[in-house]
């Protein structure tokens, strides 16, 4: 076998260098942990960012797919198949929309989220010069229409111009917000909990305000929660703790577990007065794999009950990241909810994640001086424990 260096060199001289990438290659995964190929082992805090919900290689997951494949992988949407009928229907169940579209990925289903609202304003006015009203540090993805809501203008500026009429206001001041709003807004879209910006969770007052400010103008609202989505807050969706309802949100990352999916979901009011036949389209978006995955997903959440796993560890996170904030200078705030926290520090945090990795631990920051913990939903308190013993020498060092 080739040694972890020359796979390495491999993979630079093949790959297009848009990642600086840890210099590890993975070999497999088992439950909270990674190995690479050289048989070290890893406690993973980054669940290949925020994806692998139910930890790695769990046989009953496992045993849905291989039984997919034997079967069939893609059909197509000319035709229906049953691993997305069943994955539509308990989508609808935990998120509480009415009508799903399912994506190959976070990014395309912003981009559907962006489409259905613009084409629900077109078909209320027939004008095409609506706006839309996005968050700084906010992130919906790489794609040009994902990215022109995305509040980060360091990833927009070499592909302007992208689509027109976005305008970005503060996350959490609801006067920014209420400011932007013209009559020609037709949407609001934001994340539930920001990740990537620094984990920053929606205030409730704000976000009932939003719905509020929304309704009151027929503005619709569209909440990303592909990265807070999926029980990672202790709720299904992070939108059910506060009982704010989006008109359109979008879910992706845990939803599939490791293959790769999304969806955005509308409520019936949208779905009726939105896209319809010709509208919008993919090839492989709710492929029968991909959707026996999701069905899969949703059904394991439940019997492994992950919704209380996620209360009970990730209070406990709390407890410890909270005290570990308040005996060390170096830290400036601590944030999140559920398994969805992070840690701000005065200083960059690519040190500290270093000597982590070293020393057998995954973490990942969130801007440069955040460190943010986004662990497999089964992570439990000894896995804290673990996690803390190895973070407080990396942060001492
Ligand atoms: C990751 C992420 C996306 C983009 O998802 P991709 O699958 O990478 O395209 C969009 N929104 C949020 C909040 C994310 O965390």
Redesign the pocket.
Known sequence: METMKEYIDEAEAALLHTYNRYQIVWDKGDGMYMYDIEGKKYLDFVAG??VFALGYNNKAYNDALKAQIDKVIHTSNYYYNIPAIEAAKKLKKISQMDRVFFTN??????EGAIKAAKKYAYLRDGSTDHEIIAMNH??????LG?LSVTGNPHYREAFEPLIGGVKFADFNDFDSVKAQVTDKTCAIIM?TV???GGIYPADEAFLKDIRALCDQNDILLIL?????GMGRTGYMYAWQKYGVKPDIM?T??AVGCGV?V?AFMLTEKVAAHSLTSGDHGTTYGGNPLACAAISKVIDLFEEMDILSNVRQTGDYLYERLDALAGKCPSIKAHRGIGLIQGLEFDVPVGDIILRALDKGLLLINAGTNIIRFIPPLIATKQDVDDMLAILEESIHE
């Open positions: 960012i925020a990925s976070g990014a395309e289903a912003i906010s992130f919906h993805g790489r794609t994902a994340e920001q990740g990537e990303d929660e592909i990265q807070c979008t992706a990352k790769p999304g």
